[in-house]
């Protein structure tokens, strides 16, 4: 709720109503956070990953085309998913709730984040030693 806190702040700043704030009358901003695949980001936070499913590789995101976690070839929750597989969890397939939930209960914000692009004015951070 912290990046949505400053989100608002930032509208009620520039004297712009928001959905939250405005109680059923004219708004001019709603404030959402849009992720494409949400499991890009469990590449740049792979500790957490770790944390949640011990059994995961440790060393995921120094291999070639995982290092960028936007430009992961093959489908970004289809890779999870093999990734995961190949260590021994989600046989049937991928459980996206669940695995958000478990990996959520355990996240952490990763160092050295580094900022990976902005489109539309949004920035992608992904946690990666060569940024």
């Known amino acids: ?7 608002e702040a930032a509208a009620a700043s520039a004297r712009l109503i928001t959905r ?6 004219n708004w001019k901003v709603a404030n959402r956070i849009v992720i494409e695949e949400l499991e890009a980001w469990y590449f ?10 011990p059994k995961a590789p440790e060393h995921v995101r120094q291999r070639s085309g995982l ?7 093959g489908g ?9 597989q190949s260590a021994g969890y989600f ?3 991928l459980r ?4 958000a939930g478990a990996i959520g209960a355990v996240f952490e914000y990763p160092s050295g984040v580094g900022r990976l692009y902005l ?4 920035v992608n951070e992904c946690s990666y030693d060569h940024f």
């Open 20 to 25: 939250t704030t405005s109680g059923g009358q």
């Open 96 to 99: 996206k709730i669940e695995a």
């Open 91 to 93: 046989e049937g397939g």
């Open 119 to 122: 489109k539309g004015g949004a």
């Open 44 to 53: 740049g936070a792979w500790s957490s990953v770790r944390r949640a499913y």
């Open 67 to 73: 290092r960028h976690c936007d430009k992961i070839n």
């Open 1 to 7: 709720m912290e990046l949505k806190a400053k989100r």
């Open 76 to 84: 970004t929750w289809e890779t999870f998913q093999r990734i995961m």
